[in-house]
């Protein structure tokens, strides 16, 4: 087995951890690490996906047998707009612990119940 499939596989086991700790946590912050950890699990499979050995960067005169730079491009900006998700994540995490003090899921909810009782 070469390592390009040993990561593809590695990246689906990490991202169903990932996805198993969306489910089971009661913690907000939990949550989001979970999310995290599946942004970077896709981005480490299309990594894995696209690997080819012997490949060259495209520069210089020699273009003979060089990598296709658009997935690299497209890795690049998924990475960015995961920083971003988690930023905002976290920004509403925030705004969210001042108004209840509290940073589970159950307590949310409780909240949002006792909100639309009133």
Same mark, same amino acid.
């Given at each position: 087995?070469?390592? =390009?499939?040993?990561?593809?596989?590695?990246?689906?086991? +990490? %991202? *169903?951890? $990932? /996805?198993?700790?969306?489910?089971?946590?009661?913690?907000?912050?939990?949550?989001?690490? =979970?999310?995290?950890?599946?942004?970077?699990?896709?981005? +480490? %499979? *299309?990594? $894995? /996906?696209?690997?080819?050995?012997?490949?060259?960067?495209?520069?210089?005169?020699?273009?003979?047998?060089?990598?296709?730079?658009?997935?690299?491009?497209?890795?690049?900006?998924?990475?960015?707009?995961?920083?971003?998700?988690?930023?905002?994540?976290?920004?509403?995490?925030?705004?969210?612990?001042?108004?209840?003090?509290?940073?589970?899921?159950?307590?949310?909810?409780?909240?949002?119940?006792?909100?639309?009782?009133?």
């Amino acid at each position: 087995m070469d390592i =390009a499939r040993i990561v593809e596989i590695s990246s689906i086991l +990490v %991202f *169903f951890i $990932g /996805f198993y700790g969306i489910i089971t946590s009661k913690n907000i912050i939990k949550s989001i690490a =979970a999310i995290t950890i599946m942004q970077m699990a896709v981005i +480490v %499979f *299309f990594l $894995g /996906f696209g690997f080819v050995e012997n490949m060259t960067p495209p520069i210089g005169q020699n273009l003979e047998n060089v990598a296709d730079p658009l997935p690299q491009a497209l890795v690049l900006t998924a990475i960015i707009i995961g920083i971003t998700v988690t930023a905002v994540n976290l920004t509403m995490l925030i705004s969210l612990s001042h108004q209840i003090k509290k940073t589970d899921w159950d307590s949310v909810e409780d909240d949002s119940s006792r909100g639309r009782a009133k």
